[in-house]
T-cell receptor, first 112, second 113 residues
């Protein structure tokens, strides 16, 4: 049962434009969310997180938005750069558990 | 501060052999997670350990798989009598606190032939 879903397996964006990666979850107990970036043959790298007491968190070019009523979060990257080309995973955790549940990832390609 | 170190990076085993995957967490991190990524899939939780204790092994197959995180030394994920379906990338992550940002190692790619 996939509790965290990333329905877009891939996304292509022109350099300089905004990239929007989406993530949906089903478990209403999730209260902490993270985004990771992964290059081929490497481990995921932490990007940004948000707790359910907020609806937005920003770090440089990266902003995460959380819509609790819709059980939806999104990662905005602006402006997009070719080095942002990677697979992006969202992950969620509940305060009743110990693990993070990961989505299946979205492969972002930023075209120069 | 060195990152999470996993070794080996690549491991080839014949069916029926044992695979041992090692993970040294970041300094000061006492929480270790193991995840598995099958081809074309996301990261699947396997087990969560703190020093000398298995806290949550709900994602680990009941047979052939075991994990430990001894007081001294790295965390070990052990797979006995490997089968082709065990071929995957195995990632270890460590965190300084429960549900804190987890830092991942580069993974061990296990191939069973």
């Amino acid at each position: 049962d996939q509790q965290v879903k990333q329905n877009s397996p891939s996304l292509s964006v022109q350099e300089g434009r905004i990239s929007i990666l989406n993530c949906d979850y089903t478990n209403s107990m999730f209260d902490y969310f993270l985004w990771y970036k992964k290059y081929p043959a490497e481990g995921p790298t932490f990007l940004i997180s948000i707790s359910s007491i907020k609806d937005k968190n920003e770090d440089g070019r990266f902003t995460v938005f959380l819509n609790k009523s819709a059980k939806h979060l999104s990662l905005h990257i602006v402006p997009s750069q070719p080095g942002d080309s990677a697979v992006y995973f969202c992950a969620a955790s509940a305060n009743t558990g110990n693990q993070f549940y990961f989505g299946t990832g979205t492969s972002l390609t930023v075209i120069p | 501060n060195a990152g999470v170190m996993q070794n080996p990076r690549h491991l080839v085993r014949r069916r029926g052999q044992e695979a041992r995957l090692r993970c040294s967490p970041m300094k000061g991190h006492s929480h270790v997670y193991w995840y598995r990524q099958l081809p074309e899939e996301g990261l699947k939780f396997m087990v969560y350990l703190q020093k000398e204790n298995i806290i949550d092994e709900s994602g680990m197959p009941k047979e052939r798989f075991s994990a430990e995180f001894p007081k001294e030394g790295p965390s070990i994920l052990r797979i006995q009598q490997v089968v082709r379906g065990d071929s995957a990338a195995y990632f270890c992550a460590s965190s300084p606190k429960v549900r804190g940002e987890a830092f991942f190692g580069q993974g061990t790619r296990l191939t069973v032939v």
